[in-house]
């Protein structure tokens, strides 16, 4: 791995690919359409040959929104028939196959060398905490602290309430490298549930997430958030590439 423990490639919103010694993990992969002419990583999409990369490939969608799951990720065996699913239970399939491994939340899993385990959202769906190759990842899909503007003060103080309690779990784990979203529709609100995340949780990286195309929302929670125990990366483009060693 040329000295690194992690190559992670950010694919788009939610979706990144990470390279560990022995594995190809996928997350929430949405955004199909290439940034350049050939499909690959570099352009922010999968494309035959890394699906074919020699190392184990793992993909996860932590809930069926379609900006967390995109049907072509079933599509991938006809490449690698090798592939390994992991599913949050309210994604709706066409049939279900043996290499589909389907998850509620508070549920754990080990596929072979991987072990995984899920946590509540507070929106649909589940989190991935996954352990792999010596390293911990967590994935939040769309746990959030979710302040809403325009919602009323009762459901704020309840989501609040449900984001904190969730976040008390994950913080028991020791966690390498966490994808959180920071997004920009929360207005002045878009770095609450990233904030109180890095202070309870203390990820030795933390990666935005769920910006879309408003990836500047990345600069400005690293400038408003920063902790010297913590490494937070701006990011600035689709297939842009973070090392972690």
Not at 28 to 38: R, W
Not at 74 to 86: G, K, M, R, S
Not at 190 to 215: L, N
């Amino acid at each position: 791995m040329d000295n690194h423990k992690a190559k992670i490639h950010y694919l788009f919103h939610d979706g990144f690919a990470v390279e560990t010694e022995n594995h190809l993990l996928i997350f929430d992969y949405y955004k199909d359409s290439p940034v350049g002419e050939d499909r690959n990583l570099i352009n922010g999409v999968l494309g035959e040959e890394d699906l074919n990369c020699g190392k184990k490939v793992v993909v996860f969608s932590s809930h069926g929104h379609k900006d967390h799951f995109n049907p072509v990720i079933l599509d991938w065996v006809n490449h690698n028939e090798n592939i390994q699913y992991v599913l949050s239970s309210d994604i709706t399939l066409p049939d279900y196959k043996k290499n589909y491994n389907i998850l509620w939340a508070n549920k754990e899993l080990d596929l072979e060398d991987i072990h995984i385990k899920t946590y509540t959202s507070t929106d649909i769906g589940v989190c991935y905490f996954v352990k792999v190759d010596g390293i911990t990842l967590f994935h939040a899909g769309d746990l959030n602290w979710w302040h809403w503007k325009g919602d009323t003060m009762e459901n704020n103080l309840e989501m609040e309430l449900a984001f904190k309690k969730e976040v008390s779990k994950i913080a028991e784990e020791d966690i390498d490298i966490a994808f959180f979203p920071t997004d920009p529709r929360l207005e002045e609100f878009f770095h609450i549930g990233g904030e109180y995340f890095i202070d309870k949780v203390k990820p030795k990286v933390f990666i935005p997430m769920h910006y879309w195309a408003k990836a500047s929302i990345t600069k400005k929670f690293k400038e408003a958030i920063q902790r010297d125990f913590c490494e937070i990366i701006e990011i600035q483009n689709r297939g842009q590439v973070i090392y972690y060693k």
